[in-house]
């Protein structure tokens, strides 16, 4: 017998345009670092907090940003020079 698991309401999955949008902001933004809240202020829209933090957990895993206590710090990278120095180890 399988067992049915209602998630609540505020459990929904976001929508690309939101996941885009927040890209957007992270990788445009002038500072290294920005706070969870200044990132809300930022959008052009209003992003349910849970939403937020799934987006960001994702951005997170696909090696787009780095997500800590002090904030949030967009690091991917497609420089092909930096990528031909990390492919052949290359020490800076």
């Known amino acids: 017998m399988q067992k049915i698991v209602q998630l609540p ?7 690309l345009n939101t996941v ?14 920005i706070s969870i809240a200044e ?6 829209k209003q ?3 849970y939403t937020l933090k799934k987006i960001l957990a994702y ?3 696909s090696n787009k940003i780095v997500w800590t206590i002090k904030g949030i ?3 991917q990278n497609h420089n092909p020079n930096l990528s031909k120095a990390i492919a052949k180890g290359l020490e800076l």
């Open 47 to 49: 992003v349910n907090h």
């Open 20 to 33: 885009l949008m927040v890209e957007d902001i992270l990788k445009n933004m002038n500072e290294s670092i």
């Open 9 to 15: 309401k505020w459990n929904r999955s976001p929508t």
């Open 39 to 44: 990132l809300k202020h930022r959008l052009p």
């Open 59 to 61: 951005l997170e895993e």
């Open 73 to 75: 710090s967009w690091i």
